[in-house]
C-alpha cells in the first residue's frame, strides 16, 4: 500500500545514454512533482503537472522531458545523460489547492559513469 | 536571496532530552505552508510536520511540534524526549503559489541531527 512508488531504486550508467524513472501515487492526489536532490542533499523542483498539465518546468535542461499519462503517474526520461546530473530523484505527490503535505516517493540514485 | 534558511548543519542532543531546530522564511505572501521532513540515512523524505500560515496554534504531531513565529518568520521544529532513531537530516520547506500545481516546496539546506546514546 506504497503511497509513493518511483523505480528504479538505484540506476548506473554511462555517459550519454537515455534513461527512463517512473512514478506512481495511489493517494488520489491531482498533482505531482520531480524533485532533484544534489551530492550536497539540496532539494530543488524541477517539474510539476496538476491533472496531467505541467505547470511548474525550472530552469532544467531539455534533455530531462516529464511524462504523465494519468493523474497516478509521473514519469522522467533522460536523454544523453552526463556526468553532472548524477543525484537523487524524487518524485512527489499533493492535493491542491486543499493543502496538506506533499508526499515523496522513496528517491532514485542515478549515477552516471 | 535564500527563502528558507537553516542556520545549523549540524547538531547534537543527548537522548531523551528535547531539542529545536531553527528554520526561518521569507516570502511576501499572506497565504503559505510550511513543513518539516526528515531524511534518515536510507534516503526517503519523511513528512513530519505542518503549519500553516493562518493557523493560530502551533501544530503537533506526537513528540514533534512546530513553533510558529509569524512575526518573526521562524517555524522552529522541537523534538522532545530524543531517540537514537531520530539521528537524521532535517528539512524545513515552505510552499507558496497561487494556482493548482505551482506549490512547490522551497527547501532549507537541512541540519543534520545525531542523537548521541
Known amino acids: 500500500d506504497t503511497a509513493v512508488s518511483q523505480t528504479p531504486k538505484y540506476l548506473v550508467t554511462q555517459m550519454g545514454n537515455d534513461k527512463s524513472i517512473k512514478c506512481e501515487q495511489n493517494l488520489g492526489h491531482d498533482t505531482m512533482y520531480w524533485y532533484k536532490q544534489d551530492s550536497k542533499k539540496f532539494l530543488k523542483i524541477m517539474f510539476s503537472y496538476n491533472n496531467k498539465e505541467l505547470i511548474i518546468n525550472e530552469t532544467v535542461p531539455n534533455r530531462f522531458s516529464p511524462k504523465s499519462p494519468d493523474k497516478a503517474h509521473l514519469n522522467l526520461h533522460i536523454n544523453s545523460l552526463e556526468l553532472g546530473d548524477s543525484a537523487v530523484y524524487f518524485c512527489a505527490s499533493s492535493q491542491e489547492p486543499a493543502g496538506g503535505p506533499t508526499f515523496f516517493g522513496p528517491g532514485t540514485r542515478l549515477t552516471v559513469l | 536571496a535564500q527563502k528558507i534558511t537553516q542556520t545549523q548543519p549540524g547538531m547534537f542532543v543527548q537522548e531523551k532530552e528535547a531539542v529545536t531546530l531553527d528554520c526561518t522564511y521569507d516570502t511576501s505572501d499572506q497565504s503559505y505552508g510550511l513543513f518539516w521532513y526528515k531524511q534518515p540515512s536510507s534516503g526517503e523524505m519523511i513528512f513530519l510536520i505542518y503549519q500553516g500560515s493562518y493557523d493560530e496554534q502551533n501544530a503537533t504531531e506526537g513528540r514533534y511540534s512546530l513553533n510558529f513565529q509569524k512575526a518573526r518568520k521562524s517555524a522552529n521544529l522541537v523534538i522532545s524526549a530524543s531517540q537514537l532513531g531520530d539521528s537524521a537530516m532535517y528539512f524545513c520547506?515552505?510552499?507558496?503559489?497561487?494556482?493548482?500545481?505551482?506549490?512547490?516546496?522551497?527547501f532549507g539546506k537541512g541540519t543534520k541531527l545525531s542523537v548521541i546514546p
Open positions: 520547506a515552505m510552499r507558496e503559489g497561487r494556482r493548482a500545481g505551482s506549490y512547490q516546496l522551497t
